[in-house]
């Protein structure tokens, strides 16, 4: 399992951007996120940039994984998991992240969820 945001694992950081612009300004060792956005997805596959896609459905997570999105980022358990049986099932390249409390990880470990994000409390 994947493990982002926890004080004592080291895992790459997303920065957050709206815009192609905006991707100037991330380091190279950073990963850039944004809401799901064909254009973004794009000119990252286009210049080989590492992102992660906020997704908020099944569509978008089969569309983002089709333009080579690193991560697709899922804001709940449920979503995750639906996300994560297609993602199993057509062996997807994007890896399924979940945002979590660290006090529910025992839940998408057993969803079999590819990875976690953890909230800050």
Not at 25 to 44: E, G, N, R, S, T
Not at 64 to 69: G, H, L, R, S
Not at 90 to 114: C, H, P, S
């Amino acid at each position: 399992m994947l493990i982002f945001g926890h004080p004592r694992i080291e895992a790459p950081r997303f920065v957050k951007i709206a815009s192609a612009q905006e991707i100037a300004k991330v380091q190279a060792k950073d990963i850039v996120l944004f809401d799901f956005d064909f254009d973004l997805l794009d000119y990252c596959r286009r210049n080989s940039i590492a992102c992660a896609v906020e997704v908020k459905n099944k569509k978008e997570s089969i569309y983002a994984n089709a333009m080579d999105a690193f991560y697709l980022i899922c804001e709940t358990l449920d979503l995750a998991k639906s996300i994560q049986q297609i993602a199993n099932e057509y062996i997807f390249d994007a890896k399924v992240i979940v945002k979590i409390d660290e006090r529910l990880i025992d839940l998408a470990i057993d969803a079999g969820i590819d990875g976690v994000w953890l909230k800050e409390n």
